[in-house]
């Protein structure tokens, strides 16, 4: 099992640009999650999904923007690249509480 | 509401010195507990949790925690630095809510001296 993968795994935009980071999980798992993580601040919640076909804002969403179609996936979308946005992304996946597996992120430069 | 304190940002010990990382939360409902770690350039992983029972949790590589209720604390402990020890630790407090979403501290980066 390959577990959490995100692609890409680094990323340089310029500031107005879009892309979309996906986020795959090979263990059925219901609960999904994008973080960002930035120095000091830990990390925080952007968007997250509790089943396929729902998604729900977390505490940072301004900017973002998700979508669950498939179980397996999640992708975070960024409509226009800001400097703000520079940071590492994580995404997560779980069946319960117990747990939360994480991906390896993603590094993004916005210019 | 649920929030979690990690005090010192940064922790620095040398090797083979006891490891302490404080954590404190506050929640509404009867906590669960973790904490992770996060390796240089990789994902978090989990080192243990407390959900209910023995309130002395063991994890891997010889970490463990206690939950204090009274003192709504979760420090984290290791009798003995190694190096390979070094990384980010993150505590985190979630309830029982659906959506099973954790809050994390900031981090406490743990520096391990030869």
């Known amino acids: 099992n390959a577990g959490v993968t995100q692609t890409p795994k680094f990323r340089v935009l310029k500031t107005g640009q879009s892309m979309t980071l996906l986020c795959a999980q090979d263990m059925n798992h219901e609960y999904m999650y994008w973080y960002r993580q930035d120095p000091g601040m830990g990390l925080r919640l952007i968007h997250y999904s509790v089943g396929e076909g729902t998604t729900a804002k977390g505490e940072v969403p301004d900017g973002y923007n998700v979508s669950r179609l498939k179980k397996q996936n999640f992708l975070l979308g960024l409509e226009s690249a800001a400097p703000s946005q520079t940071s590492v992304y994580f995404c997560?996946?779980?069946?319960?509480?117990?747990?939360?597996?994480f991906g390896p992120g993603t590094r993004l430069t916005v210019l | 509401a649920q929030s979690v304190t990690q005090l010192g940002s940064h922790v620095s010990v040398s090797e083979g010195a006891l490891v302490l990382l404080r954590c404190n939360y506050s929640?509404?409902?009867?906590?669960?507990l973790f904490w992770y770690v996060q390796y240089p350039n990789q994902g978090l992983q989990l080192l243990l949790k407390?959900?209910?029972?023995?309130?002395l949790v063991k994890g891997i590589n010889g970490f463990e925690a206690e939950f204090k209720k009274s003192e709504t604390s979760f420090h984290l402990t290791k009798p003995s630095a190694h190096m390979s020890d070094a990384a980010e630790y993150f505590c985190?407090?979630?309830?029982?809510?659906?959506?099973?979403?954790?809050?994390f501290g900031r981090g406490t980066s743990l520096i391990v001296h030869p």
């Open positions: 929640s509404s409902v009867p906590p669960y």
């Open positions: 997560a996946s779980t069946q319960s509480v117990l747990e939360q597996f």
């Open positions: 407390y959900t209910t029972g023995a309130t």
């Open positions: 985190a407090v979630s309830g029982s809510g659906r959506s099973y979403i954790p809050t």
